[in-house]
Structures are given as C-alpha cells and as structure tokens.
C-alpha cells in the first residue's frame, strides 16, 4: 500500500511569489491533515478535511493560504503571494475517519519551502 | 490551552544503553496520545499512541511509553538503543477531537544520537 505522498520534496521561491504544493494520501482515508513546522519551532496544525469539506481551519495563519481539496482524493496548499516567515517543512498526513478522533494519522514526508 | 513539552531538546545515549524521552501534557480531559519518530529524508512514523486502558503501552522497534495521569507525563522507553535510533523524536495530543479526526499538537521533538 502506497504511503502518503508530497510533492515536490524542495521548493526554493522568492517573497511576493505563489507556491502550491500538493498531497496526495492513502487510498480510501477520508481525513487529511496539513501540518507546518517553522525551524525551530514545534510542528504546528493548519486544517483538516473530511473527504472535500473542510472540518478545522482553525491553523491557517492567514488569508494568503488556500487550502482545497476537490473531489476529496489529493489536497493542494497554496500560498499566495510567499513571505519570508513562510518558509519552513509543510507536512501532510490522513487517516481513516474514526469515532472521537481515535486514529492513526499517516505522515507523508514533507515539503521543505524556503521563502528568499 | 492544551500543550506538549519535550523537555530534553537533544540526548546523546550510547548504543545498548537504556533510553528514557520525556513529554509532559497540559490537557483537561483524557488525552490521546502519541510518540511518533521522524529519521532524516523520511516523515512522521507512529510509534506507538494511548487512547485508554492499561497505561503501559507496547509500541514498535521494542519501544513502550507509560501514561501517568498524576504526572501529566507520557515518556517513551527503550530498553537497549540501538544506532538505528538516532532520529527525532515527537510526543503530541489529540486535540479538539470531532466526529472524524483530531489535530494533533507536538511537542518540540527530542534528537537522539546514538554513540558506539
């Protein structure tokens, strides 16, 4: 079975310009989650869908991210236009939907973003 | 608000020694919770979680963790470590669970090198 999978696995851009980057999780999870780790920092939660619907969106830090997720299979994480705080690891995990949140979530590997 | 503290940023432990990472919680209800690893180029893996029961729990690569509600702690074990150890280290609690899913919070994660 395919693991949670991320791409691209670097991406180098300059402030003001738009990154997205892509998820695609384990066949059949319905959840999927987009996570940020700033360096040094701890790894922090952005949001959470359910198939194509977003639950929690309670971690974007702001209006420049977009996250979607059409058709509820891959997600995309846009960040328009890039700052510099921006820069950082974005990690993308899912799971399968479980009762009172007791699942495993999937890691994917990770997006290293530097914002110049 | 709820919290994981790592208190241990970096531990050096020679290979066959025993090994003890330390997580402390700041949640009101019942936690879930969650050691998971990160070795370098690589994303997330569980190691093993607690949602309830018996409080000492057997996880993978011969590790085990032991909630103790008193002391708010969730440390993980190794008997015998191993220089394929040598990895980061992350404790988390299941946040603001739904009907889905739950968020996760992290501590700041604990890097394990392993001396021969």
């Known amino acids: 079975e395919a693991g949670v999978t991320q791409f691209p696995s670097h991406s180098v851009i300059e402030k003001g310009q738009t990154v997205t980057l892509r998820c695609d999780p384990i066949?059949?999870?319905?959840?999927l989650y987009w996570y940020r780790r700033v360096m040094g920092k701890e790894i922090k939660f952005l949001l959470h869908?359910?198939?194509?619907?977003?639950?929690?969106e309670s971690g974007m830090p702001n209006n420049r991210f977009l996250a979607e997720r059409t058709g509820g299979t891959y997600s995309t994480l846009k960040v328009q236009p890039a700052e510099l705080e921006d820069s950082g690891v974005y990690f993308c995990?899912?799971?399968?939907?479980?009762?009172?949140?007791?699942?495993?979530?999937?890691f994917g590997p990770g997006t290293r973003l530097l914002v110049l | 608000a709820q919290s994981v503290t790592q208190p241990d940023i970096h531990i050096t432990v020679s290979e066959g020694a025993s090994l003890e990472l330390r997580c402390n919680y700041s949640?009101?209800?019942?936690?879930?919770l969650f050691w998971y690893v990160q070795s370098p180029g690589q994303g997330l893996q569980l190691l093993l979680k607690?949602?309830?029961?018996?409080?000492l729990v057997q996880g993978i690569k011969g590790f085990e963790a032991e909630f103790k509600r008193s002391q708010s702690s969730f440390n993980l074990r190794k008997p015998s470590v191993h220089w394929s150890d040598a990895a980061e280290y992350f404790c988390a609690v299941g946040a603001r669970p739904n009907q889905a899913g739950t968020a996760l919070i992290f501590g700041k994660g604990t890097t394990l090198s392993v001396s021969s």
């Open positions: 607690y949602f309830s029961g018996d409080t």
């Open positions: 066949s059949g999870h319905d959840n």
């Open positions: 869908f359910v198939k194509e619907s977003k639950q929690d």
């Open positions: 995990a899912s799971s399968l939907r479980s009762g009172e949140g007791r699942e495993t979530q999937y």
């Open positions: 949640y009101g209800a019942t936690p879930y």
